[in-house]
């Protein structure tokens, strides 16, 4: 749990940025590769990544302009577009609109009240967890899978 807001800055500018590379990898035929038949797709899963953060953190009552809507667009460069603006849009939000007292303060998610800094980090870990499955998705589709906690294995080999 978060006790500053800079903690959770430093975590999200490490883990957006760990994002955002992936993101960043995907092309726009890869984004209809799926594990199996009634799975998410790649595209589906980046989407649901981008327009999580504002859909998540907006029920902190944070006003900030993010990526929303069902429809998955067809572009891999809009989606990364989509969530490098949304991220800098949170961040700049955060610093103009809370303090480190924020962090403490209960706010209802899921049907049950938690305080904000538990929030936040449901965000980040949200993130990585989809991030994992977005990587083995792009191995099947031949992309190759930037390093994020140290080289891929791609990177690795090279």
Known sequence: M???LEEFLQD???EGSATQKILDALTDESLSQSVAAGH???GELAWHVVTSVHQIISQTGLQFEGAAGEAVPASAKEMADS???TSE????AIKEQWNDATLKEMKEMFGQPMPVAVILGMTNTHQIHHRGQMTILMRQAGLKVPGVYG???EEWGA
């Open 89 to 92: 849009n949170l961040v700049s």
């Open 12 to 14: 999200w500018n490490y």
């Open 151 to 153: 080289p891929s294995k």
């Open 40 to 42: 998410r797709t790649l």
């Open 2 to 4: 978060y006790h500053t």
């Open 83 to 85: 969530y490098r603006t």
